[in-house]
């Protein structure tokens, strides 16, 4: 066994280490030297305490070992043995993905390409002993990750799959099946590709380019993206609906004819989207029954031991750094506390993670800066903050069940008011108006200062005033109506007086209750919450934006 992974670099690296030491040994002679000619001895003792002395030497001391653990890091030291699988490949997969601007349709929310991605993310997990490589095709085809093991790998490029990526509009689903079944053929091992998309075909040679391929040597899993209904799709350059060269709306509809006969063809299998894990499971089951060799060989490791070396280095060069600066006492408990593990902590991590969701929110990436969020939650479980942008994450991902629950767990005072009024908004979008009110009042309640929210409630109650009091005259007019019908006595006309009567007390009596409701806010916190109603209202830190 090597001492050091870079053995080669020993030598030369043990040269460097002694002229650095006797250079800096001799400047720091020379330094003192001259410091004695300028001053007299007797002065220097006078002026200087004893103990400076002894800190340069220990200073001396240090900064040259430091020197020689940053040589022996770099050297690579080695100690310890481990065993680590290294597979051997028994299929090659390749995942083929539709990125022309039908992808970009939402009859699957938030739309077909995004649910693709989910899947393609969810099936690293039963990669281990294949090697995956993802092919992007339009009108042409494209590898877009070679064949690898590397899971990172795969998730990059599955992270920047956008629709309409490619430099050549429409769709190819044939020069897609040629270039798949030539990249695989090259490769030792079973090949099985994994085709998501909603299967137009505008090239008419699915046939021919299946006749080309040799059905024995490759199986065909394709993945049904989209409804039969279909659903427009939108020209991104002129943001409005795409038409086609008559002036007609272009809606992209899903055809699974050519996906399944696709399947049928090689003896593969066709799965009809319908979420991500449904998906995953039947390739997964389909890749089992296949009863492909998923083999492992143990090779040996020695364990690079270059960190430790490494960080006791920058604890000797931080003691050196403030040692002249600060009592000797002090020196240890700095000593002690850098070197301890419990100083760092995992909130630390936690908010790195969740200033990159930030960002992803900011860029509009909402699935990302929902992923981002979830994993800094892991870390810091108890972090409010987080809770909250998760929960707008999911609001945006219009997932409005899982945001309240997210929202009604959050106690934090200074998140309170902002998470009933986000709630209260969920309410809105899910149309439960009763629901949305009371959780407004609530935010109100919480903080009398929440213009949005005041806005927002006073909005919605001559919402529902008006439209209960549209119900009360139309019920109002049916009972005139049919009194004439039947020819009723005076006895009808009277109930239906009452009737009326009745329905304009219910109405003023739920006016009554809006106006006493916001005169109480008005007088807590003393201001006008009349507001333009032009303006469109936010939720919290992130913009929530309605169509009221």
Sequence with gaps: ????????????????????????????????????????????????????????????????????????????????????????????????????????????????????????????????????????????AYIQCPLTDDIDAVLYFTDILKPNMLPYPGTNISDAIVTTYEYLSSYPGENIAVFFTDGEDHSGKVKDALLKINKDKIKFITVGIGSPEGNIIYDPEKNEPKKDRSGKTVISRLDEKTLIDIANYTEGKYIKYTTPEFVVSEIKKYVERREISKNFEKQKYYKNRYQYFLILAFILIFVEFIIMEIPKSLVLILFIIISSPSVYSLD????????????????????????????????????????????????????????????????????????????????????????????????ILENPK?????????????????????????????????????????????????EQKQNTQSSSQTQKQAEKFLEMIKNMERENIKKATQQQKVSGDIKNEFDW
């Design 348 to 443: 630390i991590k936690s908010e790195f993670k969740a200033q990159k969701g930030n960002k992803f929110y900011k860029n509009k990436d909402y699935q990302k800066s929902f992923e981002t969020y979830k994993k800094a939650l892991e870390e810091a479980p108890n972090n409010e903050k987080i809770k909250f942008n998760t929960a707008n994450s999911l609001y945006k991902l219009n997932l409005y069940d899982e945001a309240i629950k997210i929202y009604d767990s959050i106690k934090n005072r200074k998140l309170m008011s902002q998470s009933l009024y986000n709630t209260g908004n969920s309410y809105y979008m899910k149309n439960d108006i009763e629901k949305a009110i009371e959780y407004y009042k609530k935010a």
């Design 1 to 140: 066994m090597d001492i050091f992974k870079y053995q080669n670099l020993f030598i030369p690296s043990l040269i460097l280490f002694v002229i650095f030491t006797i250079l800096y040994l001799k400047l720091s002679s020379r330094s003192k030297k001259l410091f004695e000619i300028i001053f007299d001895k007797e002065i220097i003792t006078q002026i200087i305490p004893s103990y400076l002395e002894e800190r340069r030497k220990i200073k001396d001391i240090l900064i040259i070992i430091a020197l020689f653990l940053l040589i022996i890091s770099i050297l690579g030291p080695q100690l310890g043995i481990e065993y680590r699988e290294k597979p051997l490949y028994g299929a090659n997969i390749a995942l083929v993905v539709d990125t022309s601007l039908s992808m970009s349709a939402q009859d699957i929310k938030p739309n077909r390409l995004e649910s693709v991605k989910l899947v393609l993310k969810s099936i690293s997990e039963i990669i281990k002993g294949y090697r995956i490589t993802i092919i992007a095709f339009q009108d042409k």
């Design 450 to 498: 929440n213009e949005d929210a005041k806005y927002n409630l006073e909005l919605l109650l001559k919402k529902k005033n008006s439209s209960s009091s549209s119900s009360s005259s139309s019920s109002s007019q049916g009972g005139g109506k049919d009194e004439k019908k039947e020819g009723g006595g005076s006895n009808n006309k009277k109930e239906n007086n009452n």
